[in-house]
């Protein structure tokens, strides 16, 4: 794991090596600039990896062996020999806990934290970006919806796969199409047919096994006989004509009722819904429920998902009316195909009839802005602040070893998150505090905050992991409280109000003169 | 490896396997319908991967026993026996070689060529859409400039990282910062320093150790004394305030230089580029110099950079000329930070000085199309074509078990594909073709083909990869070649004219009858 790194880490580590200053005391940040999406907050995500990374940070013979081949051949044995009994073992990390609204903070020696940088940020990126995303997409979509990860043959490979189920996971989603990341996160899987199925058919003599024991047993039933005398009844109802109607589509509903009858979900869209998913489905349907078992569910795939899932409802309401099956008009309605945010809003605004969605390309490949930016900088090195004055001054750094703080406001809300360095006192809660907003540092703002919350834990000290990580529900829940805490202003998708970050004055006065003694 | 696969996939086995279709000869095609990025073209890559998926395609007892805890408790007990026999051992996967401009097909048991949907897509599409990312990056850059991969924290993870690495080095880039690429893959590996080591020195008095030995031999010369004088020299030559100059950065520079004296390079942007990084450099350059050793490049991470590669390349220039260092003026620059296509077309429009581009989240993460959108759809089952009719025109299956051949035209760049029936004859060179273009497949086009290539070689057969698989830069090679045969017109990255794909009359006849049958 601590080749997953760029190799200018390692011509530095040689460097600070080479001049004696490996082992100084030195700690970064990792934290980003600007919400991801134009919108005003990012969950943080990528914790527990991040830590399994740093208990695992080690050379192997094989890395150092390749090492010696890529680094100049006048770099010394002994810093090989050197890399060889590296660990992580003097790295303290403190961090908001994953899923919180957030920053993490890395000390320990100058060459380890160095080294730690890409591999973290790898790590924490992705991660933060696609749980964010996935957040937003449950804030466009309600509480009632229930959301699908299906983006396993879109993302970066397997591992970015297992890495979009896991954090659009915590992200607010509540379940996979992804049978691996099923297994290996205990992540709910979901999923039934592809039009793939459905076209491996083509007439009902092909159904095989044919029939059907009834729910309440009894002797077996042939359910293609059964099928075809439900689709006669539901195309009178309809006033479509059965011929239209596929039968390749209907065999495989069929087949599928057979083998799943307790799971039945209908693929309405191979041919046309209309006349032939939704008729053929109603058919297979409510043979079904003749024997007594109740379908799960219809999925659309193409074409205008909100006018098809209103037309289906209409169907589903008109055959429950009739024939005097009353589940049938909640029968969940599932849709996919390029979901987005923007199909979100438009389900929304035009009154869609969709229960479940299922989201791929852009949930895992984050189109609105596919990377994060987050950034690991050092802040102090020996005891003395560091300082990256550019010609970007976004791209500046606030220098000193520092605690964050969340300020609350009476109503709950987290309304700023305030940096001090690590020697000032704690602000306390109703205090006046003096501060200095980023982005407008010019002028000092006054502020009182109703509570006061450090945002940082421990979470690595001494090679070990030293605070109990939560499981990935629980993560999921606190992503959604910290969410549901936010002010509406900066929680709201569209030009929210950006959330304020804030320098304490003596973090203002240090920044002033490492300012202008570099200048 | 073979649970990496949607839920749905396994529900569809279950189903053919209790349908006693699972052992029906099947095809499917694995192919993309637009090239992505609004060019004309797609490199094809991800072959050898998907060859390792199916080699090792196996259901362990853990899968086996966790697929019994999410499939419906009706699935028999035989069917997950079933699973834990099965493999590839009778797929045959025919397809152009990796790094061809391109699809492919896969033929077998109708269940396992639909279990391998899922792991093939997730393995060639991303593969694919960064092959062709980094071939348009290369296309801009032209062939002289050195480009270099440097996405590792902006990927989907470590996994999507490494793969990042490995197709950007298909398409055209030089070499990466990703070391464990390297490791893996033998990808050439670069990198020097980041402004974090810059940052870590204050003054020249922390450099340690001071002394640097001559190329030639001789004393050991007191290196930080050495570039003060010169940094006084260069100060005056270039008409800036020696007190400018970050005293911080000069240290870091002369650490870096004394543990690299063969690979020293300055990152110029910590402070400011003119008046601080510039000079250091040159200083320390200087004197490295004067022991004989020369320095390789400078690069810069911010700002304007085709202003600053001017700015940089008058300086090194005037440096040259002055003290008399001829290969001064052609120190490579390179140059960092979010370098996106419009970058490239910006350097090469203004005359940029530039020799060297490190490409990171843009070519990583593709923005301007996250997704290949690649598709894998079954064409053909127990010998009977399969079409997929829906409302979405472009959703369309092209139906049978096919040959795909690539035609070319007198000046030898190819202007066609064109599908036939596996059981056509091959088309010939200079035969008369009557054709149908897909997008406009009322009327009938002829065509005389200078040359015919069939597209497809046949990679696995007998769970054995039958074809030799050529060696990473040999797939950069061809990648290479294959793209430099394309007519300009498809080429060129803006509005390029569409790459028509064609069927022939049989195959369209066999399409017209199964779309009437369907209706």
């Excluded at 304490?504 to 490492?514: M, Q, S």
Aim: hydrophobic share 40%.
């Amino acid at each position: 794991m601590a080749l997953l790194s760029d190799l200018y880490q390692l011509s530095m580590a040689y460097g600070h090596w080479r001049a004696g200053r490996h082992r100084l005391p030195a700690a970064a940040e990792l934290f980003f600039r600007r919400g991801p999406f134009r919108g005003a907050f990012a969950l943080g995500a990528g914790l527990a990896e991040g830590l399994r990374c740093l208990r695992a940070f080690r050379f192997s013979a094989a890395d150092v062996a390749y090492l010696r081949s890529v680094l100049p051949s006048t770099t010394e044995d002994a810093f090989f020999d050197y890399l060889a009994t590296l660990d992580a073992s003097e790295i303290t990390v403190c961090a908001a806990p994953e899923g919180s609204v957030v920053f993490a903070r890395v000390k320990g020696p100058l060459l380890v934290v160095q080294l730690l940088e890409t591999a973290l940020l790898c790590l924490v990126n992705y991660a933060s970006l696609v749980a964010t995303n996935a957040a937003r997409f449950r804030f466009l979509a309600g509480p009632e919806v229930k959301l699908m990860e299906i983006g396993l043959r879109r993302a970066q490979g397997p591992d970015g796969a297992l890495s979009a189920s896991k954090y659009s996971y915590i992200g607010g989603f509540d379940c996979t199409s992804n049978v691996l990341a099923g297994k290996l996160y205990g992540i709910p899987v979901r999923g039934t047919v592809a039009h793939s199925f459905i076209m491996a058919f083509t007439a009902l003599e092909e159904v095989q096994p044919r029939e059907l024991v009834p729910l309440a047993g009894g002797e077996p039933v042939d359910l293609p006989t059964l099928a075809e005398s439900w689709l006669q009844r539901v195309c009178e109802l309809l006033q479509t004509p059965p011929e239209k109607a596929n039968r390749g589509e209907l065999a495989a509903f069929v087949a599928y009722a057979i083998t799943f009858p307790h799971d039945f979900q209908g693929l309405l869209d191979t041919y046309c819904v209309r006349r032939s998913g939704l008729p053929n489905f109603c058919a297979v349907a409510l043979a079904l429920h003749q024997l007594g078992y109740r379908a799960i569910g219809v999925r659309l795939d193409s074409g205008d998902l909100v006018q098809q899932s209103k037309e289906t409802r209409r169907v589903l309401r008109a055959c429950g009316a009739h024939f005097q099956v009353p589940w049938f008009e909640t029968i969940p309605i599932a849709v996919s195909n390029d979901i987005s945010e923007r199909s979100l809003e438009e389900f929304s605004r035009e009154g869609s009839e969709i229960d479940v969605i299922g989201v791929g390309t852009n949930l895992v490949t984050c189109p609105l802005q596919p990377s994060l930016g987050c950034v690991y900088k050092l802040v102090e090195v020996n005891g003395s602040p560091c300082l990256k004055l550019t010609e970007d001054e976004e791209k500046m750094t606030i220098p000193g070893s520092k605690t964050i703080y969340r300020l609350y406001d009476a109503a709950g809300h987290p309304f700023m998150d305030l940096m001090a360095l690590e020697e000032e006192p704690s602000p306390s809660a109703g205090q006046e505090l003096a501060i200095r907003v980023l982005g407008r540092l010019a002028e000092t703002t006054k502020v009182v905050p109703a509570a006061v919350e450090p945002l940082h834990r421990t979470y690595f000290r001494d090679g070990q992991v030293c605070e109990p990580l939560p499981s990935l529900p629980e993560v999921r829940t606190h992503a959604q409280v910290s969410l549901n805490r936010l002010n509406p202003a900066h929680r709201r998708l569209h030009e929210p109000q950006a959330y304020p970050v804030a320098v304490t004055e003596r973090l203002h006065c240090l920044l002033t003169e490492l300012q202008q003694a570099s200048q």
